[in-house]
């Protein structure tokens, strides 16, 4: 274990002021969770703002203001662009209605004083130096997608499972007409895996629009039940569970000119997944990463945008566990022929450079991290700027990228947690970033030669009230020699010659993180909450968990919660060495695949865990769906004892503490089924769990309930392990 | 308050050995709680038997022995009738395979030397005389429903809805084939209301059947959602909520001779229930008590049996609040044309004499007492014998009644709560009793000369042991006047120095009661349970409970919960003044209409109690079902302001102490969306119940599940009450 040296100063000076700490109100948990009524209240003025062009502009309701000009330099007195009177003098409100807000903006082009804006019934482009309105769009109602093709201005929307654009001259055409909630078009398809999140592509000069259709007939419905009516309601859902029949999806062209559609001839849509869908710039050439369900090999394919026709297949990637492409090839602004791909083939995420032949040119980025986002490119110095955890392993800093010569360069300070969105020409980035000893900070980064204005800055609204200490170092892995980055929350007003409870708090599965070098080391809310209650609460990400590279994901694969909670038992054992911890008072608290940890640990452990709250659980794999589920456990046919060794049920027998496991009645994500089957074998094996459930919430709670939930959690550690 | 007296001797000699209390094993809920796997192990033999003819005989899965003759008295040495062995020896066992016990035989006649037995395959008669087996009838497989005609062996059944009958030469009639889970027939309807149970009436020479049909098509399904499969099944329930569209009942006659149906000819059917079918000893009539959906009106009507026509509405009653017949009439068997009718017209349930054109010859009963159950009759003494509590609300005695004079006879021995079975001739009954002394004992009771038999007596398996005190009195009801009975048990080994937690035990609903003169005052095992660990357990039968007269249980019309929780706090206020109770640790617990009475107590009375249980409770009366919902309450349009006053939804609020809710997840008779509602309606007020829930379970938990909902429900005691 060693403790991150930097922050580790911030942490000896929190702990030097107890005395400051005293002085504080304590929290409640309405103030610090995200839905209770006076969050708000708590956190410091932001800062909203957008790139028109490479210049930045504050947003606001009633006011667009320019912050820097389009050298990054900041605007000494912020100049009034336009304002929402101006904007409305120039509408045709009467036709449109009134804009009520400038704070959802977009500025087609740097080169332009122009800005789309919407109405409840319209969209429409306004320009500030002629003061006029340049072109004004009806928007559809009730739909259920919607994209609009910035360049042409057709818009492709989904209303009641069907397909229509609406060309930019006014006209509707019905693109399908069979759509059920079966027979889906237009929407997100395989449950939004593989980096799936719509089914909505305009090719990039706005003529033609690729989109899924996703045919669910075969799928079986998982009966939810809406409480919602006086007499409670059916509300289906198709959920393929692991090794069931699966959906079938195939991927239409429209094109709104001829309005004719062909279909990719991708072949028989039975048991497979198409993915990552591109556009070449010339617009005639359409790519997906198919997969079989198997997901053990991906192939990058071309298709003919104008026949449909398979053109070819241009990189095939296998893996004996399972292969994950999660973004679409992106070409090279300044060269239609080169495109960058994405993929962990060498253990780690990087990207690669290929020609639209297939020819694999070089290998971008190496080394012991992963590449998580590209943002975009810098079409003048040639490069392209993504964000990584090269610096450190819970760090995300932004890089720019030469693509001739692999060039990496550090763009903003090399600590912290930063997410940025990047300027037109790829000059800027809109940085916003905390550190453990930063709340929260927006900068204005420079691609080029770097350097960072700072523009705003957030006060931590914690300070100098029962703020825990917080801390973060490593531990190594069950298997002797991987670290695994942990936190450490102590009590307020910390006394290390007391003996406190504590709490691990889990989730463990694969996506996620819970640790990282963002404010308090990305402690949570609730964690404050506990910590003035007098709780430790730890937090591990095990092995199994994001951003450490393939073998650390995959070493789960076929028998999920073994070495994840193996890697949490270390932890226990360093929670344990700890003088300040009761080792006979811990607890364990997760959601979702952290509920199936923390069931699997009150079940697996009942000596070492005395209470647990496990949310949305899974209980047994055979009950997840198809394309997370056979990812990492294959088919409950291929992996017979992975299913049954991995299972909650047989170990309902050993349950000793006190569980609740609380679901959302409506969770269409870890059905009832888990919880309710876990409840069944307890009742069967005379152990006894408790239970708690959210009508009309789903796999995570929303709003106002998570402030009751947080209640709900934290009264049982105070029933039960006090 | 005064304490019956009798008992309280019998509670003063427990109260004496305290020392010998000590000397006991504590009970476990495994051998308390009937569905525990030792339940049967502490319970001491008991004695089945059954009438043949007027003679008793003990009944065993080997033999059949007669126990007294037809005098009455006890043969010394109990007689062999038969064994099993002689009667697999006389069936045709490879074609009906074998009897594999002799418990569940019925002699049809005490003339012959025949008994009816079966084979999982087929029904038959034996003569032990013979040896013989005089016929044997294939049984129909898979029914919902069977009811065999005893005179001529026609079997009429159901099988996937639709009604069959398979006569006495063997061949099927398929009655209906529209049948399915919306259109039902031969099955029970109404919900079981007004006493119906079944849907099947063999006339009483076994020429034609009486039949329900159900049309629920136009009531709404309520989603029951059954786990027990891997992708959860919808298992739909039809259920009428108040207010809403109800089903259409008609009654057909069939006759297996003809080969027809015709229907009662009772109009249409919308918004009216058809109950207590009887046939005329001729079998030419079919008599139904009618009422309208608002239930203040029952008619006796008499329909043709071969036409279906209306004959005669013989009586009408009605009633501002409600009227409920819960008894077919019966014939005089010495006279066809005079039939008993019972009624509460005049407060209490009495029997009246009528003749078929519906004379009102006489009242039969009269008195501030309860005619509870008609067994039969003694054609030689021509009186009727009836189960009463004459002697005391609480006492259940067994009575003789003279037709011509009126004149009752106490035919047991006045004291306790007797259950009886008649002999053929009605000189006999067979009487289980149990009183607060008696643990269980079955006499023989001549109904002539009244004289008792002791056959057998079940020693008190409590005894010697960590036995808690168990007394019993009366309280004054919130009105100042009404004498409610209550059973008050105190812990184990009681110390009146010390101060207990009390827990209220709570029905309060109609057709029910929870105090009456059986062993313990009828005491439920669970409360020795809680006895044992300390607790004062109290119950109190408050208004609204059964066996009182109407004005008792009506004075709750409009507005329930209201009177039932005054006189609970009646009992409150009891508890309170005992030296022995911690007036600041009070609980509640109490199941369906109890589930609504603990939870309303909870949310009404905050500062009162501090923890509740409360299983499968009503909410809202609108979740509830037509047929016993609008009685007490009316629709939601007659009386708006009573379902808004009696709704614990608005209460969640006030919610302090601790609740929890169980509930069975598969309830088809008060639905999920009761306990889900008020769920959500805390979430909403940021108040905390807790939540259980038993998948595959109903109304009332069955199996060893009781045990584990008992341990449950006295943790969560233990746990918040201690």
Redesign the interface.
């Known amino acids: 274990m060693k403790l991150n040296k930097l922050w580790s100063v911030a942490v000896a000076l929190l702990l030097a002021f107890p005395a400051m700490a005293q002085q504080t109100k304590q929290f409640t948990l309405d103030e610090l969770m995200w839905g209770g009524s006076s969050y708000w209240q708590l956190q410091p003025k932001n800062l909203y703002a957008n790139f028109w062009g490479d210049r930045l502009v504050e947003l606001d309701v009633e006011e667009v203001k320019a912050l820097t000009d389009e050298k990054g330099k900041k605007v000494k007195q912020p100049q009034v662009l336009f304002t929402l009177d101006e904007v409305n003098a120039a509408l045709d409100t009467a036709k449109w209605g009134k804009c009520y807000s400038l704070m959802t903006q977009s500025f087609p082009s740097g080169k332009e004083t122009q800005c789309v804006l919407t109405t409840p019934e319209a969209r429409f482009l306004y320009d500030w130096k002629t003061k006029k309105v340049v072109w004004t769009q009806a928007q559809p109602k009730g739909t259920q997608a919607l994209k609009a093709a910035s360049a042409t201005r057709h818009l492709a929307y989904v209303k009641d499972w069907n397909l229509f654009v609406q060309r930019a001259d006014g006209k509707t055409l019905q693109v399908s007409t069979d759509g059920t909630r079966e027979l889906q078009y237009g929407l997100s398809v395989h449950r939004d895996e593989f980096g799936i999140h719509e089914g909505l592509f305009w090719s990039p000069k706005g003529n033609l629009l690729a989109f899924y259709r996703m045919d669910q007939t075969m799928v ?4 939810l ?1 809406d ?1 919602d009516h ?5 509300a ?1 859902e198709k ?1 393929p ?1 692991a090794g ?1 029949a699966s959906h079938k999806v195939t991927v239409g062209i429209y094109n709104p000119a001829t309005e004719q559609t062909v279909y990719l001839q991708a072949g028989d849509p039975t048991d497979r997944y198409f993915t990552n869908i591109a556009w070449s710039p010339d617009e005639r050439t359409v790519y997906m990463i198919e997969l079989p369900r198997t997901q053990d090999k991906a192939e990058l394919v071309a298709y003919d945008a104008a026949t449909g026709q398979r053109k070819a297949v241009l990189y095939t990637e296998t893996n004996a566990r399972y292969v994950e492409p999660m973004n679409p090839i992106r070409f090279l602004p300044w060269d239609d022929t080169k495109f960058l791909y994405q993929t962990r083939r060498d253990g780690y995420n990087h990207l690669y450079l290929f020609d639209t032949t297939g020819r694999e040119l070089k290998q971008l980025t190496q080394g012991q991290f992963e590449v998580l986002e590209v943002l975009g490119f810098n079409t003048k110095t040639k490069s392209v700027i993504v964000q990584s955890n090269e610096a450190s392993p819970i760090r995300y800093n932004h890089y720019s990228v030469s693509v001739e010569t692999g060039k990496r360069t550090l763009l903003d300070n090399g600590r912290g947690v930063h997410y940025a969105k990047l300027s037109e020409s790829g000059a800027f980035l809109l940085d916003r970033w905390s550190a453990p000893d930063t709340y929260r900070r927006v900068d204005l980064v420079a691609t080029v030669k770097p350097s960072q204005l700072q523009l705003h800055t957030m006060e931590n609204p914690y300070t100098g009230n029962g703020v825990p200490p917080v801390e973060s170092g490593t531990l190594k892995a069950a298997d002797g020699r991987t670290d695994l980055y942990y936190r450490l929350v102590k009590p307020a007003n910390f006394d290390p010659a007391k003996k406190y409870p504590a709490v691990v708090y889990v989730y463990g599965g694969p996506h996620a993180h819970n640790v990282d070098e963002s404010w308090n080391y990305l402690s949570r809310p609730w964690e404050t909450y506990m910590a003035q209650l007098g709780y430790v609460i730890f937090v591990l990400d095990n092995r199994g968990s994001e951003n450490r590279g393939f073998e650390f994901e995959s070493v789960t694969h076929r028998h999920l919660g073994d070495n994840e909670m193996a890697d949490q038992m270390e932890g226990v054992k360093y929670l344990r060495s700890l003088p300040f911890v009761d080792a006979d008072r811990l607890g364990v608290h997760g959601w979702s695949f952290g509920g199936f940890m923390t069931t699997n640990l009150m079940c697996s452990y009942p000596e070492t865990f005395k209470v647990g709250v496990a949310g949305g659980p899974v209980i047994d794999w ?2 997840y769906e198809v394309m997370y589920g056979e990812r990492y456990m294959d088919t409950p046919e291929e992996n017979p004892e992975g299913y049954a060794s991995s299972s909650l049920l047989p170990k309902a027998k050993n349950l000793k503490g006190r569980l609740q496991i609380i679901v959302g ?1 409506n969770d269409p994500t870890c ?3 888990h919880s ?2 876990f ?2 074998a307890c ?1 069967d094996a ?1 152990t ?1 769990p ?7 919430q789903g796999h995570n709670m929303m709003g ?2 998570m ?2 939930l947080h ?2 959690i934290t ?1 049982y550690f105070e ?1 039960f392990l006090k």
């Open positions: 079986s419905d998982f009966p039940v409480i006086r007499v409670a309601q059916l289906p959920y569970m069931m055979k009950y009645y059905v009832l089924q309710l089957a409840l069944r009742e005379d006894q408790d239970y708690f459930v959210y009508p009309g106002k309930d402030v009751h209640e709900r009264r029933d």
